[in-house]
T-cell receptor, first 114, second 113 residues
């Protein structure tokens, strides 16, 4: 079945540590990829998106993601996390056969400790 | 500019009742999508509207329906509520669709008792 998988459900990091959150998808063909973030008590916000071109995309707040087509992956990275990055992170795919729907992964809960 | 506005923020309904949720998209956005968020299933796509036409529908029973008005405002309706319908219902708007990235509202928390 077509799906979006986020490998880590819960991640705990100390401030200044590097972050990498994994995301794999099982859709064939051309896909559009997204990372969304949900800070505590707030609505989902778009971090970054990939449609085509340079597979390394930069988003807001120092986040970046790399699209590796051969691995069906779109991992999110940040070199140095801050306490304010504590949030839930969702990977999402818009696949060619799913119209305008976003198919989300189950999310990764990130806790950054001081 | 104002964000996506969903009303009401909280709802408590009894099994068997029906409920209508409202979403006002960002001004100028013609695409509105609805998602259901639960701890067990995560975020699941319900349907998407563009210029009053449903372009996509997720895998939900017919009890879940929606519509979009000429001013792009959208409503979703759930009839014959079940306990499992308890969830956060999110509305998202975009200028054209998913490829441009959606702006999400804060959601309506529905509790079915």
């Amino acid at each position: 079945a077509q799906s979006v998988s986020q490998h880590n459900h819960h991640v705990i990091l100390s401030e200044a540590a590097s972050l990498e959150l994994g995301c794999n998808y099982s859709y064939g063909g051309t896909v559009n990829l997204f990372w969304y973030v949900q800070y505590p008590g707030q609505h989902l916000q778009l971090l970054l998106k990939y449609f085509s071109g340079d597979p390394l995309v930069k988003g807001i707040k120092g986040f970046e993601a790399e699209f590796i087509k051969s691995k069906f992956s779109f991992n999110l990275r940040k070199p140095s996390v801050q306490w304010s990055d504590t949030a839930e992170y969702f990977c999402a795919v818009n696949a060619p056969n799913s119209g305008y729907a976003l198919n989300f992964g189950k999310g990764t809960s990130l806790l950054v400790t001081p | 500019k104002a964000g996506v506005t969903q009303t009401p923020r909280y709802l408590i309904k009894t099994r068997g009742q029906q409920v209508t949720l409202s979403c006002s998209p960002i001004s100028g956005h013609r695409s509105v999508s609805w998602y259901q968020q639960t701890p067990g299933q995560g975020l699941q796509f319900l349907f998407e509207y563009f210029s009053e036409t449903q372009r996509n529908k997720g895998n939900f029973p017919g009890r879940f329906s929606g519509r979009q008005f000429s001013n792009s405002r959208s409503e979703m309706n759930v009839s014959t509520l079940e306990l499992g319908d308890s969830a956060l219902y999110l509305c998202a708007s975009s200028s054209a669709g998913a490829v441009y990235g959606y702006t999400f509202g804060s959601g309506t928390r529905l509790t079915v008792v």
